[in-house]
């Protein structure tokens, strides 16, 4: 049997990756901050609900959530591309 020490020089060739995040994902992150926070929130509020039955006040926080998911992705949606940015997945 190869030990794995004998094949790490060309499994490795190449791009290093030193495992940080370029700073175009780190804009990406940024930009797209607002609907994972409100993803987050929504999470909360259905995971307070799941040992017991939900009142009319988790309705409403749930409902509260889900609206600003859905206003958090909207905006995203549309928002301008920076120049010279591609949109991927649009039919052009």
């Known amino acids: 049997m190869k030990s794995i020490a004998a094949l790490h020089a060309a499994v490795t060739a190449g791009d290093p990756f030193d495992g940080e995040p370029s700073d175009a994902e780190l804009d990406a992150i ?4 607002p609907a ?5 929130a929504l999470l909360d509020a259905q995971i307070m609900t799941i040992d017991r039955t939900p009142s009319e006040l988790d309705h ?3 409902r509260r959530a889900r609206r600003r998911v859905l206003a958090a992705c909207r905006d995203l949606a549309n928002r301008t591309p920076a120049s010279g940015a591609t949109v991927s997945g649009g039919a052009a």
């Open 36 to 40: 994972i926070l409100a993803d987050v």
């Open 30 to 33: 940024e930009t797209e901050l």
């Open 60 to 62: 409403q926080r749930i």
